[in-house]
């Protein structure tokens, strides 16, 4: 079991970009789908994003689709969350994780391996 390790948070002002990187190491996910999901205090975890085996295959949030991307790079053992135009309510801990099976999904239950999670803090 190799756990997916997340990097790139940190505290921006509203408007501003960040880049989330998450990396696996070995070959656990070179065959997994792979997501981002964020937690704010006191809220439930939410989905975010997700992508094939292969990055070809994306899930986004309908509600962050116009400000958030995902990619994998580097034979999917790397994945990336450009975050754009961010906002207050973007606040979270925002985890990356490994699916169960070659494509993402939307629900947590389908992922086997998580991250310990990177803090995003955006000031009004």
């Known amino acids: 079991q190799a756990q997916p390790q997340e990097s790139g948070g940190g505290l921006v002002q509203a408007g501003d970009s960040l880049r989330l990187s998450c990396t696996v190491p070995?070959?656990?996910?070179?065959?997994?789908?792979m997501g981002w999901f964020r937690q704010a205090p006191g809220k439930e975890r939410e989905f975010v994003a997700a992508a094939s085996w292969k990055g070809d295959a994306i899930l986004m949030s309908d509600s962050l689709k116009d400000r958030f991307t995902i990619s994998r790079v580097n034979r999917g053992s790397t994945m990336y969350l450009q975050m754009d135009r961010l906002k207050p309510d973007d606040t979270a801990t925002y985890y990356c994780a490994v699916a169960r099976r070659p494509y993402g999904s939307r629900r947590k239950e389908d992922y086997q391996y998580w991250g310990q999670g990177t803090q995003v803090t955006v000031a009004s």
């Open positions: 070995g070959r656990t996910a070179s065959n997994n789908g």
